[in-house]
């Protein structure tokens, strides 16, 4: 089993920064990619980027060039860098991970706000 704690959401103006951090505990060994995802009011949960094993990364269209997701391997940390935040960023934030096996874990989702 995987834990993931998510940490750093909040409100914050349209232009602005939040940097959100994941640990993740547990059978951490066996962890391979993390990432986050978002879910916002009335939507589905989608993609907002990924990163491997071997720090390859993804990331959704819609914050290509604003979003900077990272990995500390040894403190099993993933943080995501959200510059230039807009309204329609507003959403919960979910820590990602799957496992060397197949199996998806995720956290509890941190709330992200973005309004003037």
């Known amino acids: 089993q995987v834990q993931l704690a998510e940490s750093g959401g909040g409100l914050v103006q349209p232009g602005g920064s939040l940097r959100l951090s994941c640990k993740a505990s547990?059978?951490?060994?066996?962890?391979?990619?993390m990432g986050w995802y978002r879910q916002a009011p009335g939507k589905e949960r989608e993609l907002v980027a990924l990163i491997t094993g071997t720090y390859g990364t993804t990331y959704a269209e819609s914050v290509k060039g604003r979003f900077t997701i990272s990995r500390d391997v040894a403190e099993k940390l993933v943080y995501l860098q959200m510059d230039s935040l807009k309204p329609e960023d507003t959403a919960v934030y979910f820590c990602y991970s799957r496992n060397r096996g197949g199996t998806d874990y995720w956290g509890l989702g941190t709330q992200v706000t973005v309004s003037s």
């Open positions: 547990g059978s951490i060994f066996s962890i391979n990619t």
